[in-house]
């Protein structure tokens, strides 16, 4: 618990500190100004949502391996983490988009693929949701998240190739490209700050996860000794 | 600070996205943990 | 039993059981010529805008009519426990799954057999001297379609809102596969038809890995 608890507090001193830098410290973008800010959440919300979805296909085939629930709780964590991460890049990205050039969204690789994976991931979470029995859900799941993850390559390549044969309007290709040194820590701070952002949210479901199967060998437990089914927790999916 | 407004939004969303999140999550203990609490109390009851 | 002799045994059920009704190609038929009448009431395309879109509209009215075709085929299993025969046979998992592939792509190449003469007709578009690459781009692309949505469709034929899960697991992997089949079928459309190698090797990467995908993993799908 007291280890569960500094960290947080570490990692929300780590974002008030991160967020200030990118407010005030970072220096000023020459055409954009004050919304090029917005680049020290969404680049590092991507990052962080890469990192759990490696996580998450870890996970998947270590579940399929070993049966083990632990890696099935960490696979959900995984993924809920990573479908909130993908939330603020897709939420972060039109607002800065409009300002700069002038459109909401665009359909580049970039943000096609993006958009893409957060439906693929929002669908295996419904997937979970729609099956009953725990062990088959974990497998099901599992598999699922599989297929995602090998598709995901396959989706960035084959918008990359169809954008460059119908070229779009050019948009700010290299975010990273020549960045200023003083630019350049302010977002290894914020990539830093988000990616704590991200391991505490994986953290406290993947609590969560485990309660609940905790309380899933409670109710077989009670309903092996009185032979009915409990009355508890039916209506929870 | 020109486009302030955006950044200001984008930082709020930011924030909301992550503390929704996490106050679904807390919700989501919390019940676990009642319920867990009556299943103890039922077993022990029989 | 050998796991090919297996695998044509199922076939032979499969399409035995298919072909004495005919019923689910019959509604599959339909559902994809009404997507196609659709889209013309929708957007009302001139001739140029027949040819652009054309490739697009034909390869979503498959992957929508696949979509709902590959439901039963693991849902009809469920009905009379079925599955649970099959699963206790001497046979190896891979058989089970491979026939049902296999049979799914034979019914989708019927429906696109029908569809895409009448497509031609009514879109004014012609297939002379492309029929060739054309049937290798429709192979490729169904293939995918087929491997990756009997898969779904065995995950799916145990939750519930299984009609309403296929499409929303199918759709969104199938973006790659949707991407390149059209784009390699608007290459053959076009005054030059000249086939895009690149699209074609994306198709056939995106069957391979997920054939492969399937192979490795259809122990879990096929369990208990």
């Known amino acids: ?237 | 600070m020109k486009n302030f407004e955006n950044l200001f939004a984008a930082w709020m969303v930011v924030w909301a996205v992550f503390f929704i999140y996490e106050v679904s999550i807390a919700r989501r203990l919390a019940r676990l943990k009642q319920d867990i609490e009556s299943l103890k109390q039922q077993m022990r009851e029989r | 039993m050998s796991t090919s002799r297996a695998t044509a045994i199922l076939l032979a059920k499969e399409l035995r059981l298919e072909f004495r009704t005919r019923e689910l190609l019959s509604a599959t038929i339909v559902f994809a010529l009404v997507v196609v009448v659709l889209f013309s009431f929708a957007f009302d395309p001139t001739a140029a805008e027949s040819r652009r879109y054309g490739p697009g509209l034909l390869w979503i009215s498959f992957l929508f009519a696949g979509s709902l075709m590959l439901n039963p085929s693991f849902a009809r299993e469920r009905l009379n426990d079925t599955i649970d025969a099959l699963r206790m046979a001497p046979i190896s998992p891979f058989a089970i799954l491979s026939a049902k592939m296999l049979a799914n792509f034979i019914f989708m190449s019927v429906v696109e057999v029908v569809l895409v003469p009448v497509f031609s007709v009514l879109y004014n578009v012609s297939l002379a001297g492309v029929a060739g690459r054309l049937i290798l781009v429709l192979a490729l692309g169904t293939i995918g379609l087929t491997v990756t949505g009997t898969v779904f469709s065995a995950i799916s034929s145990h939750a519930r809102l299984r009609e309403l899960l296929l499409p929303l697991l199918l759709l969104p992997i199938l973006t790659p596969l949707l991407i390149a089949a059209v784009e390699a079928t608007a290459s053959l459309l076009v005054e030059d038809p000249e086939l895009d190698r690149t699209w074609v090797a994306l198709l056939a990467g995106f069957d391979i890995v997920f054939l492969t995908a399937s192979w490795l993993l259809c122990d879990y799908l096929i369990e208990e």
């Open chain 1, 1 to 237: 618990m007291k280890v569960r608890y500094s960290s947080t507090v570490f990692v929300a001193g780590l974002i008030f500190f991160a967020g200030y830098a990118a407010l005030f410290i970072a220096p000023d973008e020459k055409t954009m100004h004050a919304i090029q800010r917005i680049f020290y959440f969404h680049l590092p919300s991507w990052i962080a949502m890469f990192t759990a979805l490696s996580v998450v296909f870890v996970a998947n085939v270590a579940y399929l391996a070993t049966r083990k629930p632990t890696w099935d709780a960490l696979g959900v964590s995984g993924t809920e983490a990573a479908v909130v991460c993908c939330t603020i890049g897709l939420a972060t990205g039109p607002l800065w988009a409009k300002p700069v050039w002038g459109i909401w969204w665009t359909w580049d690789a970039r943000l096609t693929t993006t958009f893409i994976l957060w439906l693929l991931y929002i669908s295996y979470l419904l997937l979970r949701g729609l099956l009953d029995d725990p062990e088959r859900k974990a497998t099901f799941s599992a598999v699922f998240g599989i297929f995602a993850f090998l598709d995901a390559p396959l989706v960035y390549v084959s918008n990359r190739l169809w954008r460059t044969q119908h070229p779009q309007p050019v948009i700010g290709g290299g975010n990273g490209s020549g960045l200023d040194p003083a630019m350049g820590k302010v977002l290894l701070l914020c990539v830093i700050a988000v990616m704590g952002v991200m391991i505490i949210i994986l953290l406290d479901r993947y609590r969560l996860e485990k309660l609940r199967q905790e309380f899933e060998e409670l109710r077989l437990e009670y309903e092996t000794l009185n032979l009915e089914p409990a009355s508890i927790g039916k209506e929870r999916p």
